[in-house]
């Protein structure tokens, strides 16, 4: 189940339902409280995958990935099959890795 608090705007989802992946276009007090309850069990956040980093705009580079943006480096590291953000932790997601690249750069990431 995906964690209501991670939610943003623009985050894509995937729906279990319809089986297609989708971008969030709101964020209301209701979704969030029949999230938290479980009660939107076919939304369902999307496992990070070399194909996902592709589709940002990400190239690999030595079994890692990267993001040039102006001369700013965005750096995905892979190991074991898993993805690290620069402090170690892992991004298990793709709306985590959206939410890290906001975060950060104050921008969207969006599929290339």
């Known amino acids: 189940m995906i964690n209501a608090a991670e939610l943003r705007i623009g985050n894509k989802i995937y729906n279990q339902g319809s089986g297609i ?7 209301s007090g209701n979704i969030i409280s029949e999230l938290e309850k479980g009660r939107m069990k076919k939304l369902q956040p999307i ?3 070399d194909k996902w980093l592709f589709n940002f705009g990400f190239s690999a580079n030595l079994g890692d990935f990267i ?3 102006n001369n700013y480096f965005f750096v995905v ?4 099959n898993k993805y690290f953000r620069h402090d170690g932790k892992e991004i298990r ?3 985590e890795l959206q939410n890290l690249y906001f975060v950060l750069t104050s921008k969207d990431l969006i599929i290339s």
């Open 93 to 95: 997601y793709v709306h």
């Open 67 to 69: 993001l040039n943006e």
């Open 47 to 49: 496992p990070l995958t």
């Open 77 to 80: 590291y892979h190991k074991l």
């Open 21 to 27: 992946s989708r971008r969030v276009i709101s964020v």
